[in-house]
């Protein structure tokens, strides 16, 4: 009797064999909003497809997720391409999306708004990081395809204006998936050739055809770039994350060309225009310089160079008057100082120096004398000392103290009782 039921797993077999062997559900185009979504660390997307009425689980795998130029987000209208299955865990079918866009905008141009965004706040499009761009460059590299009208154009126009300036061609793949990564090489190559100036670009197309110069890779080369890049890509409608970050932006590849090099016309004007100036220049330097020798020709050290010399001789002999004075003066003073030492006692007899002298001696020897502790010890008085030191005060001994008695002809030690 039981025979006539199934498993949970059996009945969820069944139904995903029959929707997988479902023509109409082997490829289905669905539109709707996205909710719930969630970037997988190994690459996976999980999302909700919904609209007013109903709403669908949906996944897109890592090998499918890596060929989309945007990022999903909540709220965002998508078209999606992919198959209906059964996830069998839980009994629930779901989409596998294969491919997506969003509703009413293309793919690439929404990566190209999200990575402008992106970049633009790394400061990649900052002002201040942009080189100059040489005048008059000596040798100029070209990164793009190496046939076309593209650098057809570029030497061409080169050559035109200013023939001296040398071309290096870099070629490169500017169409394709694997065109960024050529573009990348080049650029990173370009530093090998002492360029001065660089430009990077091609000629005209789609969206598609000009995505390489969009790429993340290749913006980050020529901010990297140590050679001053120029971008030259597509025409003058087309921008490009290439045109943001290169330190030049031109409409084509011939206006590239021409904002390389100077156009030989250009330059000769300039050069006369200068020749002009440095004449004008030359000729107002002549003519002051000949009004200033005209000045000091007319002053009156040329017109009677006499009177340089005789107001010169004023000073000299007023210097001779000086230095005759100063040593009439200076002979005065060394002659009263030697009359004043002439005439000195110390001269005239120097031995009442000597007796004066010897006098103040014997005043100071008695002196002396008078005040020795010999003197005292003479008169009958005596020196006690304790510890080799003179104490004057009963209060500087005690019981059993020694003490050391001076007198005039000896010493005599005692004990304090």
Known sequence: MNDKYISVTQLTKYIKYKIDNDINLNEVFLKGEISNFKAHSRGHYYFTIKDEGSRISAVMFANNTKKLKFLPTDGMKVLVTGKISVFEANGSYQIYVNDMLEDG??????????????LEEEGLFDKSHKKPIPKIPNRVGVITAPTGAAIKDIISTIKRRWPLSEIILLPALVQGEEAHSTIVEQIKN?????LDTLIVGRGGGSIEDLWPFNEEDVAKAIYECPIPVISAV??????????????????????????????????????DQIKIRLNKSLLNKININKKHLDEIKKHYIFTNPITIYESKELIFDNLVERLKFSLKNLVNIKEKKYNELNNSIIFKNPYNLIDNKSNKYL?????????SPLKTLQRGYSIVKKDNKVISSIKDTKKDDLLELNLKDGNIDVKVI
């Open 363 to 371: 005043q100071i020897i008695s002196k002396l004398d008078a005040l």
């Open 105 to 118: 905008v293309g793919n690439l141009y929404i990566a190209y708004e999200q990575l402008k965004k992106k």
């Open 234 to 271: 597509g025409h003058e409608v087309d921008f490009t994350i290439a045109d943001f970050v290169a330190d030049l932006r031109a409409p084509t590849p011939t206006g590239a060309a021409e904002m390389a090099v100077p156009a030989i016309s250009d330059v000769i004007s300039y050069l």
């Open 190 to 194: 370009a530093e090998n050739y002492n």
